[in-house]
């Protein structure tokens, strides 16, 4: 099997809550996963129990051939494969675009600081944010933060990227350009799952959509399944426009 991902029957309870109820769904190598459904469902809980910032009851979780659900489970080297964004993109705000980037590879792997320079460069290109190498936060827009945070991650030369709402904070014309970065590395060919509420972007980019509904996987399918919802809940939400 090429399943980068795969999660059977997850269980996740936050004290009496239960957040996630059974989740199963699996991810193949090169694949672009949109998880969508409403606030509350549980899209952020399932995928922050893929680079296990959560543990889990129940069920199981293969990630890269990690098995995350083992309480003997190496988080360092899971998290060496995983790359996760965020919301708020989390930059160091006294250092520079490239030196945000250069932290992580000298720090966790090792790399001398020459590789890690020349390895930041390429990736701030990927985002095309090359001209901006020396720029503090504060001098970048939300966008081109968001940007720097994407490559921070790229320069750990992750195997599966794990997106949560990364243009929620951003307005309407720097979400475009975060999105372009996203599509680029999807056609790239980078495995990634994206808990997004851009259903144009999910419908065109998504190679599979995922549609949580009370912790539970209540629909998935191609793209295509957001203009034919099976279920009443899937139309409703569609039909929500959110
Ligand atoms: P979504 O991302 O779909 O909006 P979440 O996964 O963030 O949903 O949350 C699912 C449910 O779990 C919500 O009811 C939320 O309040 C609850 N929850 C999430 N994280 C915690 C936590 N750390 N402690 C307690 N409850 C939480
Ligand atoms: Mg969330």
């Known amino acids: ?10 269980e996740k309870s936050f004290g009496a809550v239960k957040v996630l109820n059974g989740v199963s769904f699996e991810v193949a190598r090169g694949e672009v996963a949109a998880v969508i459904g409403q606030s ?30 083992d309480p003997k489970l190496d988080k360092k080297t899971l998290r060496r494969d995983v790359g996760i964004v965020f919301q ?4 160091f705000p006294h250092l520079t675009a490239e030196q945000n980037i250069m932290l ?21 290109a990927r985002v095309g944010l090359e001209a901006k190498a020396d720029h503090f ?15 921070r991650s790229l320069a750990m030369q992750p195997k599966l990227m794990l997106f949560d709402e990364v243009t929620s904070a951003l307005d309407p014309q720097l979400t475009g350009e ?50 034919d919802p099976k279920t009443p809940e899937l139309r409703a939400f569609v039909g929500s426009g959110l």
Request: one cysteine or more; charged letters at 15%.
């Open 137 to 151: 936060p504060e001098q970048l827009s939300g966008g081109q933060q968001q940007r720097v945070a994407i490559a």
């Open 40 to 69: 509350g469902s549980g899209k952020s809980t399932a995928l922050r129990c893929i680079n296990a910032l959560e543990t889990i009851e129940g069920g199981q979780i293969m990630v890269c051939g990690h098995a995350v659900h």
């Open 88 to 91: 708020s993109y989390n930059l």
């Open 178 to 227: 975060v999105l372009k970065v996203m599509e680029d590395l999807a056609r790239g060919g980078m495995t990634m799952i994206l808990v997004t509420h851009e259903m144009a972007f999910a419908r065109k980019v998504a190679s599979k959509v995922i549609y949580m509904h009370q912790g539970t996987v209540w629909e998935t399918g191609p793209g295509a399944m957001l203009d």
């Open 1 to 10: 099997m090429s399943a980068v991902v795969s999660l059977t029957n997850v």
């Open 104 to 124: 992580a590879p000298t720090c966790v792997k090792g790399i001398g600081k020459a590789a890690a320079r020349d390895l930041a460069r390429e990736v701030l």
